[in-house]
T-cell receptor, first 114, second 112 residues
Framework: DGGITQSPKYLFRKEGQNVTLSCEQNLNHDAMYWYRQDPGQGLRLIYYSQIVNDFQKGDIAEGYSVSREKKESFPLTVTSAQKNPTAFYLC?????????????FGPGTRLTVL | AQSVTQLGSHVSVSEGALVLLRCNYSSSVPPYLFWYVQYPNQGLQLLLKYTSAATLVKGINGFEAEFKKSETSFHLTKPSAHMSDAAEYFCAVTRGSYIPTFGRGTSLIVHP
């Protein structure tokens, strides 16, 4: 089955640590996205990538970093510079990154800072 | 700039009653509008989308939405609520490029 996988499902981080969230898709989609979800705030865009080896900052990129070395993979690193990283993180992809494209989402990773 | 407003963070209905979830948008260009559903601790999945064809759009699970340009609205409806409809619903609009802007979400509660 085609889809998006995210791992781990739950992640606990100590303050001052960097952690990396995995996102893999086998839909052969060109564009990939990372969102952060907090209760009552909807989804906020962290980073997006339309093509391999290229990515753009979203609305809340500070304290996060990404890479896009392969078409199917778009890992997100939450750095120690992110002051309030506890949240639900969602990865998504679209086939071409067009205005009418449907976003396909992974199951999410819940990050908790201890 | 494009934005989406979802009126009501929580909507409560009885099983079998009409479901109405409100979404208003602001856009300087013709919008493309989406409704997504999220079940607890899961990702979002598409319910339906408006792409400038028919103004009444039918989606999965008996949901539909009508694009009303004069009211800048794209409200989601379902004639008869089912317990399995309990979830978070998000309205979204794509920007001039292709990045969607999501509303804050409406939690649908269905009472037996």
């Amino acid at each position: 089955d085609g889809g998006i996988t995210q791992s781990p499902k739950y992640l606990f981080r100590k303050e001052g640590q960097n952690v990396t969230l995995s996102c893999e898709q086998n839909l052969n989609h060109d564009a990939m996205y990372w969102y952060r979800q907090d209760p009552g705030q909807g989804l906020r865009l962290i980073y997006y990538s339309q093509i391999v080896n290229d990515f753009q900052k979203g609305d809340i990129a500070e304290g996060y970093s990404v890479s896009r070395e392969k078409k199917e993979s778009f890992p997100l690193t939450v750095t120690s510079a992110q002051k309030n990283p506890t949240a639900f993180y969602l990865c998504a992809s679209t086939s071409k990154g067009g205005n009418t494209d449907t976003q396909y989402f992974g199951p999410g990773t819940r990050l908790t800072v201890l | 700039a494009q934005s989406v407003t979802q009126l009501g963070s929580h909507v409560s209905v009885s099983e079998g009653a009409l479901v109405l979830l409100r979404c208003n948008y602001s856009s300087s260009v013709p919008p493309y509008l989406f409704w997504y559903v999220q079940y607890p601790n899961q990702g979002l999945q598409l319910l339906l989308k408006y792409t400038s064809a028919a103004t009444l759009v039918k989606g999965i699970n008996g949901f539909e939405a009508e694009f009303k340009k004069s009211e800048t609205s794209f409200h989601l409806t379902k004639p008869s609520a089912h317990m399995s409809d309990a979830a978070e619903y998000f309205c979204a609009v794509t920007r001039g490029s292709y990045i969607p802007t999501f509303g804050r979400g409406t939690s649908l509660i269905v009472h037996p």
